[in-house]
């Protein structure tokens, strides 16, 4: 079905954007709602579900090497129970790749295209992404280790120039209000967390498959120090009014101002955001044409490419009405959503899995 291999380094490479790209843009002010001064500590906190459900991935991978989610289930939980907890991976993946693209949709609207339809926004980016999943996992970790770089550069810039206008007062007082305020702030990021989950339908397919679980480690580790940082640079600047900010970060990067000819680098967290979602959609879009061809037993995942892009354009306005929706279904449902399909269901998966391999040796061991 796919007879290309990437390196666990373009898996990271493929990752890291994967889950940044939608959290840099809004984990800040939705921090800020709960942990105020905390909000830095929110994604240490966040990233713990992250080093599970990798650790939890690679696990279930090591014991059904060859296979992705949609296969093992199967042979973990018997055939009929196994297809129907595929199907609901494929109805979880397949929306949510549409509540994605539809938030990049509305942010390129509100920003900067104002009289463009978003449909035409859409169409174009998961046209442009049917493209690149259609190459291959080859073709898209190579497309992932081109992009980062183009995606780290411009908030490095921005973490530099930003530098004459960061307040560092703003920070204290440290846990003022106890723990659990971040707590409370690390629950939205954790539903992003748990969407190195992904990882499942990659390994299969790395050329170096022992390195798998250490450079996902390094990629929770990276995704974490991002959002950190980016939460700190968020609070020097803006302070207490991180909160009431859609996109704190554009909101920081129009702070800048060198010599009254170096400003205005909004463009420069446009080019971030889109390549990160370009990264992102294109990932989470191969998991869903690849387990729907699995789950259908077909030989070759290409020939689906293209109907699941229209259903995933189609999630993206039967799902939600308006970007208000959008907003609520990110705070509100998905953390929980994501979690449960992503890290509570995989975890009971590999207990079932395990229990059943520890029985057979014991059947094995007492018959000889």
């Given at each position: 079905?796919?007879?290309?291999?990437?390196?666990?380094?373009?898996?990271a490479f493929m990752m890291y954007p994967t889950i940044v790209a939608t959290a840099?843009?809004?984990?800040?002010?939705?921090?800020?709602?709960?942990?105020?001064?905390?909000?830095?500590?929110?994604?240490?906190?966040?990233?713990?579900?992250?080093?599970?459900?990798?650790?939890?991935?690679?696990?279930?991978?090591?014991?059904?090497?060859?296979?992705?989610?949609?296969?093992?289930?199967?042979?973990?939980?018997?055939?009929?129970?196994?297809?129907?907890?595929?199907?609901?991976?494929?109805?979880?993946?397949?929306?949510?790749?549409?509540?994605?693209?539809?938030?990049?949709?509305?942010?390129?609207?509100?920003?900067?295209?104002?009289?463009?339809?978003i449909s035409v926004i859409m169409a174009s980016m998961i046209l442009l992404c049917?493209?690149?999943?259609?190459?291959?996992?080859?073709?898209?970790?190579?497309?992932?280790?081109?992009?980062?770089?183009?995606?780290?550069?411009?908030?490095?810039?921005?973490?530099?120039?930003?530098?004459?206008?960061?307040?560092?007062?703003?920070?204290?007082?440290?846990?003022?209000?106890?723990?659990?305020?971040p707590i409370k702030g690390s629950i939205v990021p954790g539903g992003w967390f748990?969407?190195?989950?992904?990882?499942?339908?990659?390994?299969?397919?790395?050329?170096?498959?022992?390195?798998?679980?250490?450079?996902?480690?390094?990629?929770?580790?990276?995704?974490?120090?991002?959002?950190?940082?980016?939460?700190?640079?968020?609070?020097?600047?803006?302070?207490?009014?991180?909160?009431?900010?859609?996109?704190?970060?554009?909101?920081?990067?129009?702070?800048?101002?060198?010599?009254?000819?170096?400003?205005?680098?909004?463009?420069?967290?446009?080019?971030?955001?889109?390549?990160?979602?370009?990264?992102?959609?294109?990932?989470?879009?191969?998991?869903?044409?690849?387990?729907?061809?699995?789950?259908?037993?077909?030989?070759?995942?290409?020939?689906?490419?293209?109907?699941?892009?229209?259903?995933?354009?189609?999630?993206?306005?039967?799902?939600?009405?308006?970007?208000?929706?959008?907003?609520?279904?990110?705070?509100?449902?998905?953390?929980?959503?994501?979690?449960?399909?992503?890290?509570?269901?995989?975890?009971?998966?590999?207990?079932?899995?395990?229990?059943?391999?520890?029985?057979?040796?014991?059947?094995?061991?007492?018959?000889?």
């Amino acid at each position: 079905m796919e007879k290309g291999k990437i390196s666990s380094l373009q898996m990271a490479f493929m990752m890291y954007p994967t889950i940044v790209a939608t959290a840099i843009l809004g984990v800040p002010s939705i921090t800020a709602k709960y942990a105020k001064t905390d909000l830095w500590l929110s994604p240490i906190l966040a990233s713990l579900i992250g080093y599970a459900t990798v650790y939890i991935a690679y696990k279930l991978h090591k014991l059904y090497p060859k296979q992705t989610v949609i296969q093992f289930s199967e042979q973990i939980i018997g055939r009929i129970p196994g297809k129907i907890l595929g199907f609901l991976f494929l109805f979880f993946y397949i929306p949510i790749t549409g509540q994605i693209l539809r938030s990049y949709g509305e942010y390129i609207v509100d920003s900067f295209l104002v009289k463009t339809p978003i449909s035409v926004i859409m169409a174009s980016m998961i046209l442009l992404c049917a493209f690149i999943v259609c190459g291959g996992i080859e073709v898209l970790g190579r497309a992932a280790q081109l992009f980062v770089p183009v995606f780290i550069i411009p908030i490095l810039l921005l973490i530099i120039l930003l530098g004459p206008d960061l307040e560092f007062k703003n920070i204290f007082p440290v846990l003022g209000n106890g723990i659990m305020p971040p707590i409370k702030g690390s629950i939205v990021p954790g539903g992003w967390f748990s969407e190195f989950f992904l990882i499942i339908f990659i390994l299969p397919f790395l050329a170096d498959m022992k390195k798998g679980m250490k450079h996902g480690m390094m990629t929770v580790f990276a995704v974490m120090m991002t959002l950190v940082v980016v939460n700190l640079i968020v609070l020097f600047v803006l302070g207490s009014t991180t909160s009431t900010k859609n996109y704190p970060l554009m909101n920081v990067s129009r702070y800048i101002s060198l010599a009254d000819f170096f400003e205005h680098l909004e463009s420069a967290i446009m080019a971030v955001w889109i390549v990160g979602a370009f990264v992102k959609i294109s990932v989470f879009y191969y998991a869903a044409a690849l387990g729907t061809a699995q789950w259908l037993n077909l030989s070759d995942y290409r020939p689906v490419v293209w109907p699941i892009g229209i259903l995933i354009v189609e999630f993206s306005f039967w799902s939600y009405p308006s970007a208000m929706d959008v907003s609520r279904f990110d705070i509100i449902a998905f953390p929980f959503y994501g979690v449960l399909m992503q890290t509570l269901i995989p975890l009971l998966l590999l207990v079932i899995a395990v229990v059943k391999r520890n029985r057979q040796r014991k059947k094995g061991s007492n018959s000889s």
